[in-house]
């Protein structure tokens, strides 16, 4: 169970980034609404973003972690030190040059995700939305060079179970934008020239996460030689895993692109779709990418020492604590959205119509958030073995499903089909992969695991007939006072929480004593505390 231990630590420290991410999204809302300004900041905080889920997250993790757990694993600290170097320089230099490259055609490549941001200036301020796109997404592309090292040190750290300080440095871009938005002399300028201060920080923050990591290094004593950039057989490999791991991990990011792309053709549509996200991304931080993150390192070391049985616990027992963590939540989304856009959002500049629009979209991405965290639990398996090209292929098929129903929704429902279609190319994902692993033998799933998703089903549908039963008193006593409101917000989530976990209980789908056991220390205990 160290599985649950590790995704606990990641888990916890994650959800302090979103929580803080949430505060952020609140204070942006507030002083920046939904309008054109904010749309134009948001598709300029895509692009890099997009690139380093690409080759950072992605590709990069996806085919540097197994083969750096080989060389420790079967070669030494030397080995596997000399091949971080490699991996270092190579990808320094492939991705500055798309830094670069990108940085000279702004005005053309922007068109990727936002071409249809307004070209006409406002009647209002005389502003071109795209034009303002530009000029925010030249100040937040250095962004995608520092999280790229990122990537690299957290993957070190990470290979070698020191969770903490990767899971940690990503509230820094929170930390950075909440200063500025809290910052009298920032806020005395035009919300156009408050984005642009905005675009800068998210740079500034990707500078002090790298600072950060550097630094837990170092206390580590992990050697990262510096080599110039060669084509090693190495660096070879790295390529190899590399491009089918770009494309499938790139194909997500894509989908939610063309969702972006496409809903710039509607006025606020961006906006909405962007705060949406930012609710769901909560939970799905919290379990999926915490999951995933501690889950290929894990998967990593028990193939390479040839332990498939423990590889198969550790699938069954990941697929678990996703179902349990993530079915609640999605049905809390789905039944009670608009109460929570309007209690965290609706005040200064974000309006009633804008939390309606938001709370349809977060409706849509409900229905997938188990879909979201089943990705992220399933592709470890494949990428464990080196195998980045079978969730290219599904990731394709995803992306292929996601496109055409984008289209066809969006013209036809609004733009909350964008939302929709991403889940629904998420769940064709998701069948895809776990098809594959069962007729693979790579995962069956065991006694426990089917006996206990069916409760967890249970209490999260039990748990939704309480909120849906109390929301119309609740939505009585709602001041519009911010201190109120979101205390009101809390107890409604707790009881929410309460009844989840009573019934869970009272059913038999845990234990109390799992989860103290899981959490007491291995015989292989590891001795430092960031692990």
């Known amino acids: 169970m160290r599985l649950l231990k590790s995704t606990a630590i990641i888990g916890a420290l994650t959800l302090l980034s979103r929580v803080l991410g949430l505060v952020r999204d609140i204070l942006m809302a507030r002083f920046l609404g939904a309008g054109l300004v904010n749309d134009a900041l948001i598709t300029a905080t895509k692009l890099p973003n997009l690139f380093r889920r690409m080759f950072a997250e992605g590709a990069f993790n996806a085919a540097f972690i197994p083969l750096y757990a080989k060389k420790l694993e079967g070669e030494g600290e030397e080995s596997a030190a000399e091949f971080a170097g490699e991996a270092f320089s190579a990808l320094c230099l492939v991705v500055a040059l798309i830094v670069v490259l990108f940085q000279l055609t702004m005005p053309w490549s922007l068109n990727l995700i936002g071409g249809g941001l307004d070209r006409v200036a406002s009647t209002e301020n005389g502003l071109i939305p795209y034009d303002l796109a530009v000029l925010y997404a030249r100040l937040t592309m250095p962004y995608l060079l520092l999280m790229s090292l990122g990537a690299l040190f957290s993957g070190m750290l990470n290979t070698r179970s020191y969770f903490a300080m990767a899971a940690f440095v990503p509230v820094m871009l929170n930390l950075v934008w909440i200063s500025l938005l809290g910052s009298q002399s920032v806020l005395q300028h035009p919300a ?3 984005a642009q201060y905005l675009a800068l920080g998210m740079t500034v923050s990707g500078l002090l996460q790298v600072v950060f990591l550097v630094y837990a290094l170092k206390r580590a004593s992990i050697a990262l030689p510096l080599r110039r950039p ?15 791991g770009l494309i499938a991990a790139g194909i997500t990011q894509l989908n939610l692109l063309v969702s972006h792309n496409i809903a710039t053709l509607q006025a606020g549509a961006p906006s909405w779709l962007y705060y949406s996200d930012r609710l769901y991304q909560l939970p799905l931080g919290m379990i999926g990418i915490a999951l995933g993150i501690a889950l290929l390192p894990s998967l990593a070391r028990s193939l390479r020492s040839d332990n498939a049985a423990e ?11 996703a179902a349990f963590l993530t079915l609640p939540a999605a049905c809390a989304l789905f039944v009670m959205p608009e109460f929570l856009i309007s209690t965290l959002f609706e005040r200064g500049a974000f309006t009633a119509e804008d939390s309606l629009q938001t709370a349809k979209a977060l409706k849509m991405f409900a229905l997938g958030l188990p879909a979201f965290v089943l990705i992220k639990v399933l592709t470890p398996t494949f990428f464990a073995r080196e195998d980045t090209r079978t969730p290219m292929i599904y990731a394709c098929i995803s992306a292929v499903v996601n496109v055409t129903l984008g289209f066809i929704l969006f013209f036809s429902i609004g733009f909350y089909g964008l939302a929709l279609a991403t889940t629904i190319a998420a769940w064709s994902n998701v069948v895809c992969l776990a098809v594959t692993q069962r007729r693979r033998g790579y995962f069956k799933a065991d006694a426990q695991l089917l006996l206990s998703v069916p409760k967890m089903g249970v209490a999260s549908l039990m748990m939704s007939g309480v909120l849906m039963l109390i929301l119309p008193f609740v939505q009585t006593i709602m001041t519009g006072q911010l201190t109120v409101d979101y205390m009101v917000m809390g107890l409604v989530c707790g009881a929410g929480a309460c009844v989840y976990v009573g019934v869970a209980l009272l059913i038999g789908t845990f234990k109390v004593s799992d989860i103290k056991d899981a959490f ?12």
């Open 192 to 194: 156009h020239v408050l």
């Open 230 to 244: 060669r084509l090693t057989p190495g660096v070879k490999r790295l390529f190899v895993l590399g491009v089918p």
């Open 311 to 321: 590889a198969t616990e550790t699938l069954n027992r990941a697929g678990e604590i």
């Open 520 to 531: 007491k220390k291995s015989p292989e205990h590891l001795p430092n505390s960031d692990r």
